[in-house]
């Protein structure tokens, strides 16, 4: 049923075209995972290698997010996880505000289907769509804070941890709290 519903929005999502992304990706990047997953992830939008496979987190930022999952004992196919927008920006630019809000009913609607326990947003661009410019991802990373009957715990993104490469601790020591937070999923 989810499954039948997550894979709707996802063929809506691979010939939309509400905004002005659409025009310049390869593929739109829906969201990979299962659609009972207890953790959401939320990243920015699609990058080169996403755009070019249609599935999200696959470059190298994607793989050191998988590295840090299996370190903390979950697997990505036990998470959902998803984009801000579907489309990569041109030159991994941040999404512009119009572009994130043409593409928001998307991520609202996988977020209604999954209803995961809690959404793990990585990097500011995930933490500002949901909570405007009060948080800094340093301030509040590893915390948990609640909107909306949602629950979300934010982190550094993977990228950051490219550049940054003491932000793997960071991160996986936020993963290993999610871990705990979450039920043993039954499928
Ligand atoms: Fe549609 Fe979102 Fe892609 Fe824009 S980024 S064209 S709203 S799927
Ligand atoms: N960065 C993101 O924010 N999302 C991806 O899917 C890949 C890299």
Redesign the pocket.
């Known amino acids: 049923m989810e499954e039948t519903l997550l894979a709707s929005i996802a063929e809506?999502?691979v010939s939309?075209?509400?905004?002005?992304?659409?025009?310049s990706?390869t593929k739109?990047v829906?969201g990979d995972g299962s659609a009972h997953a207890r953790i959401c992830f939320v990243g920015e939008?699609p990058g080169r290698e996403e755009d070019l496979s249609g599935i999200p987190f696959v470059g190298q930022a994607g793989r050191l997010l998988d590295r840090m999952l299996i370190a903390e004992g979950l697997s990505r196919k036990d998470c959902y996880i998803c984009n801000i927008?579907?489309?990569r920006p041109p030159n991994n630019r941040v999404?512009d505000p119009a572009?994130v809000a043409?593409?928001s009913?998307?991520l609202y609607a996988q977020l209604a289907i999954i209803k995961p326990d809690i959404i793990c947003l990585l990097g500011n661009t995930a933490l500002r769509f949901f909570f405007g410019e009060q948080y800094s991802i340093g301030q509040v990373r590893g915390t948990i804070l609640v909107k909306d009957e949602l629950r979300f715990m934010p982190t550094y993104h993977p990228a950051a941890a490219l550049r940054n490469p003491q932000y793997v601790q960071v991160i996986e020591s936020d993963l290993r709290k999610l871990a705990a937070l979450i039920q043993p999923t039954t499928d």
């Open positions: 809506e999502v939309c075209h509400k905004c002005k992304l659409g025009a990706r739109a829906a939008g927008v579907k489309c999404p572009e043409a593409c009913l998307y």
